[in-house]
């Protein structure tokens, strides 16, 4: 195998210049990613690690690939930052500053950024057939890493013990590391502290509970205030599991609840079903699942994990845009698969508990001089549309399209956005409010391209209900995807499309009555 690493780097990847390639989503030039790792903001870049394959477009030799951006809505790929060997494969996990320089990789002038990841362990290593949590560690502000000759620094033995994601917890006591990981099997993320990030003693574990028909993935643990009131502060535990998500394979469920330091006690309201999983029909879309929180009711949205280090102490997520079921055979190349956008994430008040609410990052949390802006191409004040549709501003290629909607359905049985259409009819994807079923539906069965594999063509639905009467949508399309933020965030669904169309048109229409549409605009954002 030639070595990739020696080899001249890729550019900065050609937002939207090939088919398929998203304008504003994170893509490898030419290869293959897999989960965000070690999301850290640090000196005005944001840093995207994420699972790579340095030598093809298919899951494999598992390295950490690297990116940076200042708006989160454009990056540069640079060189690989953590390459697998002979040994092993360098598994999802995440970064830390370590400010206070208690591993001593770096000085307390000039903090290390520390990762923490798995070795998936190969035939040659000694400990062949285990995974276990090992460092890699920075001095250059993350461009270059080098991995600790302590390594592993935990181990249980176990051949599923993953996704480390620590945080520096402050507590009565003082400050230390936490670390949470999964035994994915056992369907338990497991919590352990540290003083240095090199010797770890275990604290607790929880799960299984609600979903648990598949491997729990890449957990996530972070504190959030209740609508912004400092005095109600909820802690949030992100855990992806693959398969039995809600729409079908991959996705990613939450848990709201309170984390002492040593243990995560959920909210009576974030539970499901308080016996647990055997329960919980795994079937997709069933409703015992629609009782989950869910991160997205989409296909596509997997290993959802957050910054450490971000300005302002905000809470900004991104996920993997993909889903196990046919990940691997993707229709784009050379590169295969990209990222959601980023999400900040809030919580509100919602049945004695909290619920997470979501929003995209599109322009305003960019740490650069320049911000990216959008180009109207509609803005439309309030009209009814009875019985008919509307052509809308058709998608620019090379740019990624938002639609912004606010919608009272009125005497209307549905009424759907068809985006991507064909003139004749016969393809497009159709985004549905169903007023009868309170459902949200996407519907990608004639989507375009469906037939790389054979569970892709597919309708997900989410239950959403009017707020005032009116349903609030923000649509982010970008050449091979569709991102729906609904009701101010507190819904999202997001599902890939491969439209073949060679001039797709948008519409909205209403049907089985008359709806008023108070918003409609629609931009274009490169
Ligand atoms: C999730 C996952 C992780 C693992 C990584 C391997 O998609 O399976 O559990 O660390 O991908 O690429």
New binding site residues.
């Given amino acids: 195998m030639s070595s990739y690493l020696d080899a001249a780097r890729p550019e900065t990847a050609p937002a939207g210049t090939s088919r398929f390639r998203p304008a504003i989503h994170f893509t490898a030039r030419d290869t293959w990613l897999?989960?965000p790792?070690g999301l850290v903001f640090y000196d005005g870049l944001y840093h995207l690690f994420f699972?790579n394959n340095p030598y093809g477009n298919v899951?494999g030799n598992?390295s950490w690939g690297h990116a940076t951006s200042r708006d989160l809505l454009h990056w540069t790929e640079h060189p690989v930052a953590i390459a697998c060997d002979e040994t092993e494969?360098i598994?999802?996990?995440s970064v830390v500053v370590d400010h206070g320089n208690t591993s001593g990789f770096g000085t307390a002038d000039a903090p290390a950024l520390v990762a923490i990841y798995?070795s998936?362990y190969k035939a040659a290593s000694e400990h062949s057939g285990t995974?276990a949590q090992s460092l890699a560690y920075s001095t250059d502000a993350g461009m270059t890493w080098r991995k600790y000759e302590g390594n592993p620094v935990l181990t249980r033995n176990s051949a599923n013990f993953?996704?480390p994601k620590v945080f520096r917890y402050q507590g009565d006591q003082g400050a230390c590391w936490v670390m949470v990981a999964?035994e994915?099997q056992h369907q338990k993320v497991v919590f352990y502290r540290s003083e240095d990030l090199k010797s770890w003693d275990f604290l607790s574990d929880f799960g299984p509970a609600n979903a648990d028909a598949g491997?729990w993935?890449?957990p996530d643990l972070f504190p959030l205030a209740v609508d912004g009131d400092p005095g109600n502060i909820k802690w949030v535990l992100i855990v992806?599991i693959?398969p039995g998500a809600v729409a079908g394979g991959?996705g990613g469920q939450y848990f709201i609840g309170h984390f002492d330091g040593a243990r995560f006690l959920p909210d009576a309201g974030s539970l499901a079903a308080p016996a647990g999983l055997a329960s919980l029909d795994p079937k997709a879309g069933s409703a015992a699942l629609q009782q989950c929180l869910w991160l997205d009711w989409g296909r596509d949205c997997?290993?959802s994990v957050s910054f450490s280090n971000a300005p302002d102490d905000r809470r900004i997520i991104i996920g993997?845009m993909n889903n196990?079921d046919y990940a691997n055979e993707l229709p784009t190349a050379p590169w295969r698969s990209s990222m959601t956008l980023a999400r900040e994430v809030r919580l509100t008040a919602a049945n004695g508990s909290a619920r997470l609410i979501q929003q995209p990052v599109l322009a305003d949390l960019c740490a650069g001089e320049e911000l990216p802006t959008a180009k109207d191409q509609m803005n439309a004040d309030t009209f009814e549309l009875r019985n008919s549709a509307l052509r809308l501003p058709d998608a620019v290629p090379g740019s990624a399209q938002i639609i912004e909607a606010e919608i009272l359905p009125g005497s209307a049985e549905r009424f759907d956005f068809r985006l991507f259409g064909s003139s004749d009819g016969s393809e497009g994807t159709i985004l549905s409010y169903n007023t009868t079923s309170a459902q949200l539906i996407l519907d990608r069965r004639q989507s375009g391209n469906t037939c790389f594999h054979g569970k892709f063509a597919s309708v997900e639905s989410a239950p959403v209900d009017l707020e005032n009467g009116v349903l609030k949508l923000l649509i982010v399309v970008d050449h091979c995807s569709v991102e729906v933020f609904v009701q101010g965030g507190k819904v999202v669904l997001t599902d890939l499309i491969f439209p073949e169309t060679e001039n797709p048109e948008n519409w909205l229409s209403a049907e089985g009555g008359s709806a008023t549409i108070l918003k409609l605009a629609v931009s274009t954002l490169t």
Avoid: I, K, L
């Fill in positions: 897999n989960d790792n699972q899951w598992m494969d598994f999802s996990g798995t998936a995974q993953r996704d999964v994915a491997e993935e890449c992806n693959n991959s997997y290993a993997w196990w």
